[in-house]
């Protein structure tokens, strides 16, 4: 089982950027594929990006490709997920994500571990 916890959020300006961090324990994270998911208010759990467990295979929605990066190092247990061009739509709860399955997966039921999120707000 691994523990999953977040940070990096904050408020940013529409334009600017973050980068969110997910810190794994429990277990190496090297044996998960990760991804991020975000939630807005009132809205459903949406994916944002993931990566397979070696770091090669991607995915990005498409609503945010060009502007998000996510990356591992599994040598720091740690998930990173870069975004750039902030827009107000992008501000949500974000969410990391580990599965034991392989690939980058896309879809919530497909993980079975999650942390309490991180807060990101773009204001415009």
């Known amino acids: 089982q691994v523990a999953l916890v977040e940070s990096g959020g904050g408020l940013v300006q529409a334009g600017g950027s973050l980068r969110l961090s997910c810190a794994a324990s429990g277990r190496t994270l090297s044996a998960y594929g990760m991804a991020w998911f975000r939630q807005a208010p009132g809205k459903e759990r949406e994916f944002v990006a993931a990566v397979s467990r070696s770091g090669g295979p991607t995915a990005t929605v498409d609503s945010v490709k060009g502007r998000v990066t996510i990356s591992r190092d599994n040598a720091k247990n740690t998930v990173y997920l870069q975004m750039n061009s902030l827009k107000p739509e992008d501000t949500a709860v974000y969410f990391c994500?580990?599965?034991?399955?392989?690939?980058?997966?896309?879809?919530?039921?497909?993980?079975?571990?999650w942390g309490q999120g991180t807060q990101v707000t773009v204001s415009s």
């Open positions: 994500a580990a599965t034991s399955a392989y690939g980058a997966l896309t879809r919530k039921h497909q993980y079975a571990y």
